[in-house]
């Protein structure tokens, strides 16, 4: 089992700056993709990046390209998502999601195995 903890959510205003933590525990963070997602009120769930267990392979979706970047510290097993330039639509819960997954390129639609409780990111306007 891996047990993922989200946390560094809160409020900030629209073109503020926040960074979400996921620390992993449980099982080696090596061999593992990790992903973020996220999902407003109403809303499905969207991927909002990927990072390969390399790190060396990263993707994002057009909206929040450019403004979000995913990174990972495998020796202290916690993935990040810097967020900047925040706009209101991006208010929503925010998952991290982790799979066994070895490939260079990470297929953000295969199931993945483990998600963690959430944090809420909400940006005034």
């Known amino acids: 089992q891996v047990q993922l903890v989200e946390s560094g959510g809160g409020l900030v205003q629209a073109g503020g700056s926040l960074r979400l933590s996921c620390a992993t525990s449980g099982r080696t963070f090596s061999g593992y993709a990790m992903g973020w997602f996220r999902q407003a009120p109403g809303k499905e769930r969207e991927f909002v990046a990927t990072?390969?267990?390399?790190?060396?392979?990263?993707m994002y979706p057009d909206s929040v390209k450019g403004r979000f970047i995913i990174s990972r510290d495998n020796a202290k097993n916690t993935v990040y998502l810097q967020m900047n330039s925040l706009k209101p639509e991006d208010a929503a819960v925010y998952y991290c999601?982790?799979?066994?997954?070895?490939?260079?390129?990470?297929?953000?639609?295969?199931?993945?195995?483990?998600w963690g409780q959430g944090t809420q990111v909400t940006v005034s306007s």
């Open positions: 999601a982790a799979r066994r997954d070895y490939s260079a390129v990470v297929v953000v639609g295969r199931p993945w195995d483990y």
């Open positions: 990072i390969s267990w390399t790190g060396g392979n990263t």
